[in-house]
Nanobody, 119 residues
Framework: QVQLVESGGGLVQPGGSLRLSCATS????????MGWYRRAPGKQRELVAR???????NYTDSVKGRFTISRDNAKNTVYLQMSSLKPEDTAVHYC?????????????WGQGTQVTVSS
């Protein structure tokens, strides 16, 4: 059974920091591109950051220079270090794992963790 379990969300003041974690099980983690997505109230889900199996990372423009995605293949875990948080970062953040395994797209999601940036 595949599981992606996010943790680390919470309430933080503007300018603060949080580190999200996504622990996975049931997949061969090192094969997967891992991503963090978010959905703010009234908005569509958007990609925040993604890291490939080769550790190539990309970010949406609004978080560049503030967020860092990383992965620990030994722990089957992906992280999102968020700094200089802004109220507009408030959203449910979701972990995603995707891989093309012998021509079949495997795509899994976590349940989400709430990040609220407010004074």
């Amino acid at each position: 059974q595949v599981q992606l379990v996010e943790s680390g969300g919470g309430l933080v003041q503007p300018g603060g920091s949080l580190r999200l974690s996504c622990a996975t099980s049931g997949i061969i983690f090192r094969f997967y591109t891992m991503g963090w997505y978010r959905r703010a109230p009234g908005k569509q889900r958007e990609l925040v950051a993604r890291i490939t199996s080769g550790r190539s990372a990309n970010y949406t423009d609004s978080v560049k220079g503030r967020f860092t995605i990383s992965r620990d293949n030994a722990k089957n875990t992906v992280y999102l270090q968020m700094s200089s948080l802004k109220p507009e970062d408030t959203a449910v953040h979701y972990c995603n794992a995707v891989a093309d395994i012998i021509g079949i797209i495997n795509d899994y999601w976590g349940q989400g963790t709430q990040v609220t940036v407010s004074s």
